[in-house]
């Protein structure tokens, strides 16, 4: 099963595919050494964040258009967070980018965000490695800016494109750090309403320190996603900060991160929570380096 | 040395609980069993958090003068971020409590976060539990709202308080999520500003799915913490919280939730990003699954 799968995927067969990423996600027997046989390419991931409102979907829609004419295949990945939150002003966001879903040179997956505030879906990056043993060109991440998962797709994204809009004017002061301090590309989108300008040139001041430490302009881009306004600058700032990060080996920092948090993930194999709070309760003094060190031993 | 360090926690020395702090902090030799020696008190810790400006350190002032005033002793740990955003503000914060730092019933400690997003220092848990094998009655955790300190301490408090203005008002639909699923009570501090009723109210109609998935209400409490009004009502909700979680079993989810992350620091040690991107560097095909199967046998 597994060797004909890795030839669908290496044909760009969408079915092999589909079928692969659901088998990856629920960890089917055999995934491991599936994974490790994969031939990978190094294609970018853009990771697409910010919050509810700011056109994330609008933008994403424009980029993929952007790929198409540029005769690029396109894998989209939506994360849909389990938060009760915005829940319905995430469908409107889906149907809008719709119109894709049958294009051949375009596959689009959503995924469900499990962890309990909102972060990315547990097997994510392993889903992004399938992709990159598929046809494609480029992967986009959506992740709509609620709980953490506006801060988490740094930790997967090549390039972090933050979105916001100017009517979020007054709150830039209270923004919080995390966006800032992720955003390799700032884009302000609805750029057409009134005071956008002031609003980037705030913007730009406040990212000054940014720069300093990261070493590296983070460029405010201006967009009217809904008119296609804007999208062929985005382009070319993405793959400006993408060369600059391949040319000073940013990008295997990128990887350096992930397997730190596959590492993680397998080490943490075959313990869950609720066995250790069987264990606390079952403890008078309720001390946790006592069972920090009885469990400790008893993996060994 | 460390049993006179635990003699020293035990009847209150002051200084022999700075230095044990300190040791810990930095893991000098015999910390895990010195940890595991030590009995715990079952006092509660409260998380004070919100964006920056929100007044959260005269809050927790207020706080401590309640707390004094009922003769318990406080034990007051401020995280002081290490992002390079609003630390000037945040120095002003910490010189507004200096005068309990002389205090006899007031054990104050300021820690820096290390993590590259702001959040909680990673010995925290660790060192809120020497402070319970001390003489104080409760212990109050303030960390800036930036980065990822706001959540993280979700994970170490027994409750949560989330502290904001009147003036985010507007911002009442794109505030994230993260702050509404991690507060316990909320605290609408400077509630004399116009708008601030309207404001509670807005709130409230906001928190009603969280109240539903919690299965408990989440207080709005109105609070002029610069005049010590509303502290009170604000003490007894924060108590009702308590009441409510230890009628539930729910200080010992907390207690799981910290025994995973000691766990997984633990299982952990060794490794470091660095020497993850030498292998990485090292390695033609950037597959992932191939290293983590390596190191995984390399640790067996």
């Not at 005769?71 to 409107?92: H, M, Q, T, Y």
């Amino acid at each position: 099963m597994w060797d004909s799968l890795r030839d669908g995927l290496s044909k760009g067969d969408v079915q092999a595919l589909a079928r692969t990423i659901s088998l990856v996600e629920n960890e089917a027997p055999g995934c491991a050494p599936f994974l490790a046989s994969l031939k990978l390419a190094s294609i970018p991931i853009i990771g697409i964040t910010g919050p509810p409102g700011a056109g994330k979907s609008t933008l994403t829609d424009a980029l993929i258009e952007q790929y198409i004419g540029q005769e690029k295949k396109v894998a989209v990945i939506c994360i849909d967070p389990s938060s009760p939150f915005n829940r319905g002003a995430l469908l409107g966001d889906r149907i809008r980018m719709s119109h894709w879903y049958n294009h051949p040179g375009v596959f689009i997956r959503s995924l469900a965000s499990r962890g309990s505030l909102g972060g990315l879906n547990p097997k994510v990056i392993e889903i992004t490695d399938v992709l990159k043993a598929s046809v494609y060109d480029v992967i986009l991440v959506e992740t709509v800016g609620v709980g953490q998962s506006e801060v988490e797709v740094a930790g997967l994204a090549d390039v972090t494109v933050v979105t916001i809009v100017p009517e979020a004017g007054d709150e830039i002061q209270t923004m919080k750090a995390g966006l800032m301090e992720i955003a390799d590309v700032f884009v302000v989108n609805k750029a057409d309403r009134p005071g956008a300008d002031t609003f980037v040139n705030n913007l730009r001041q406040m990212l000054a320190p940014a720069y300093a430490r990261k070493q590296m302009e983070i460029p405010v881009i201006q967009t009217i996603a809904s008119e296609k306004k804007g999208i062929d600058t985005l382009h070319n700032a993405i793959e400006h900060v993408l060369q600059y990060k391949e040319k000073n080996n940013l990008r295997d920092l990128l990887l350096a991160e992930k397997l730190w948090a596959l590492i993680q993930k397998k080490r943490m194999e075959g313990l869950n929570k609720e066995m250790l709070l069987e264990k606390i309760k079952n403890q008078h003094h309720r001390n946790l380096y006592i069972l920090l060190d009885v469990i400790t031993k008893e993996s060994l």
